[in-house]
């Protein structure tokens, strides 16, 4: 094996030391150009995802496609080694280059990250890990390249779709990390993934890429793998089909309140200009033309507002992981050449920006273990989920909150002073500083907001009812003094959503002088289109891809009708209805069929995709003794258990027999 | 013990698409000697090697290979049979050398003299890359890879493919050496018939997929016959002749190859009231060119040809 393992290495090194080269030399110059911590910036990681991809999928494709001659594969293969110890060799040959070409680059890269003094910004060993996930994120795309190499398929029809089951994985793992923010799902994902096509390559290998003569688990994940590539088609189509179908149908509708007080529904069309109404659906006119006010001229009317994410981090730990999560560090503050970041442990650490090391650090000290963690500064979650990786957005704030308190921290003296507690029972879930000295804090009872002295100036009761985060959004009505606090669910799917998609239900009027004045509940009137489309959405959902529903009902993230899920249910069931016919049709074994049906129900429509891909169809020819079409692949006929009749004479035939010994 | 056969296959069928390309072939070859495996282009001799080493897998039927089933043969298996392919691929990149010390690696019974002597005889050099070697030298270096671990089974698809006379005449050497040293078996399918009558004691043929000559190659040339039919007239018109491979008809004449010749035929052929029948024997190189080739060849140069 030894020997195979060194002629892999050396025919393949060729591709591994060019980029190993250029790899090399593009994370200097990214290191170089760096003014941020290179290991979480997005301006780094995404080279690092191409060259991971191009990598591993050219060493995969090209450890297969050098043998691609059938007489050089039989040199390879007629040998007294197994397949498996073949493979083997072959795949251990291709990750030590991967791990030359990318993980020793990389292994720099982290190396240098850690040098104190390189950069102004904390640094943690566990940075590392968005790295470790683009490093297993190429190896899934390894295996994917073995594999569109081995599979005896067409490249119009199945060839390709490895290569989009390894994208499936990457988009749900490093591509698009706000979908799943924690390094242990993305993990999870590229470990799965890579497994599937890993066994699946296996497989191929030991049948010649043929799918008949693997072993069952190979052809198991070689299925799953294909039906993960027609997933990813099959929500492209459905994307697709949904904007076809919406063509200029599509709305959406946000509520703002001007600095009057006065709540305005916005309804904005493809298309069209905004319609901005009020509670009366009277639109809002300009007062001296008459005219419909536009939307730019609105927003110089609205009053400003401050949006506070509010967790009390009390939900069940699965759920909690699938939340964002506050990833190393924030920016807080620039004082002084000094850059405060807010630290996931829950302390501010200040960076000189000229020697770029840590000067100083701020606890809450002296308070209960509870106390003595700062809760991430609130900011505006911005709609690009890469900001959220390294956070750099300074909110203009001199307050922070713990669980139970609000401190003035200021960064001259070094200090964190308490402005206001909470009762004993009571917990804070987020704090935010709206200027002019004040805060308001959330708490499980009361939305407040308190003073620069720490007094409360308003408190507006409320019910945490679910553990689920929510968002609050308080604005400034300059011009009555008062303040209307919006209270909206928060949507999982949406978190990292745009500002002005984000959804409210309540609207309260508050002061300082007369408490609470109205609560308004906030229903949007003006769309027409919105449930049609997301019916629509739903049944393309249950008809295209029928296990989705079901997992947004599971995963609680939708609400999803039953007879939506019916829907669902009963075209899983056609398309096993379906792949159970094929499947008499061409005989199988009843093992087989059952197996099939299950996952026909399991992922319907594109799983019978998978299985029209995987399926070598075997020829039907007439039996000779029931006339009926019978399938080659079996000694005997189906119907009658006659035999395949022996070659027809023609009186040529010269057969004697052989001496031996 | 050792099984008289070293290849035994029952109902061995495959198909591609709808095409069988090889149907219900029953094949058994005997230990020691040489088996000439022939057939036209395209009619399932490589496939049948293939599926033979586990390199194809049967659409049905079974077969043994030096007693292991053909459908997962074994390392062990592997290391006791020699494979030459068709087009002699080795990796470009490597040098003579390298090619040796790479396959050397594999077998335990390499022989180093025996692949000296068959580089020797291609007059190859170490260090020459297998990318700059001709075709003739690459199946010479191929040839010292397949022989040198002393296999004992040796299968050859068409091994002298692309060499010149004196390449071939220098394998054909080898394989007489080969098999006369011990109970070493060749099995190898040729176009070269006159390589085949050389070295050859068995032969088969394979025709579109279907066996329809398996025997002693003197078997066979026995029971080829060629008839010459002379006539005061115009020749009569054939009727069905048992066994005819070819049917030449001239002004006076018809010339007729056939197997089995036997009474049957002799009255069928007698009930033509020819002024002269006279039978003779055939060149096994003749022999083999009319029942390989029975199926339009000489129609096509010469349009009096009676097909059968």
Redesign the interface.
Known sequence: MRTLIQKELRENLKLALPGLLIFALVLLRLFQNSETQPLLSVSVLRPIEFFCFVLGLGLGWFQIHNERHRDLWAFLVHRPLTRTQICAAKLTAGLSLYTLAVGLPLSGLVIASRIPGEFASPFEWEMALPVAADFLFGIVWYFAGMLTGLRRARWYASRGLPLLAALLASILGPIQPSWLPGFWQQFLVLTVGGIILAVAAWGAFQGDGSHRSQPLCSRGATTVALAMGVILISLVFQGLLEVLLRGNQAESSRFEVSRDGTVYEIIERAGKAAEIIDFAGQPLKEPVTGRKLNLASFDKLVADSYAINVDFGDRSRLRNLLQPSSRFYCLWQNVDRINWYWSREGRLVGYDTVTKLPVSSIVPVGFPAIEARFLRPQTEIETDADDELTDRGAPSTDTLATRQAIYEVNVATRDARRLFKTAPDDRIGGARSIGNGATVVVTRCFIEMIGADGTVDWQLPHAVASPRPFWVKVSRLDSTNQFAVWVGDYHPINRRNAVGARRYSAISFVSSESGVKKQVKLQPSGLKNRQALQAWSYRLSSVIMPPLPVVYQLLGWESVPWNLLRISFAVAVVCAVIGWRIGKHYHYESGTQIGWFVFHLMFAFPGLIAFLCVQEWPARESCPNCKKLRVVVRAKCEHCDAEFAPPRRNGTEVFEPLATG | MKS??VIRTR?L?R?F????AV??LDL?????GVFAFLGRNGSGKSTVI?ML?G???P???AGEILGCDIRAPT??I??R?G?L???????R?MSVQECER?QS???PRWNERIFRGVIDHFGLKAGARVKNLSRGERAGLCLGLTLAPDPELLILDDPALGLDPVARRSLVESMIQLTRQSDRTIFFSTHQLDDMERVAD?VA?LDQG???????LD??RE??RQVQLRFSGTPPKLPKI????QAVRTDRAIRII???YDETVDGVLQSLNPTELEISEIRLEDALIS?LG?HGEKSFILPETVQP
């Open positions: 008289e056969y109902g069928t198909y698409g709808a095409r069988p149907y219900e058994e070859v005997p230990r020691g293939r080493l390199l194809l897998q659409t049905r039927g390392p062990e592997r290391g049979i494979y392919t068709e087009e002699h691929q080795l990796y990149w790479f690696r594999f077998y068995y043929v279907v066996l329809r000559a398996c025997c002693p078997s066979f029971n080829v048992p066994g005819l491979l056939c197997v089995h029942y029975r």
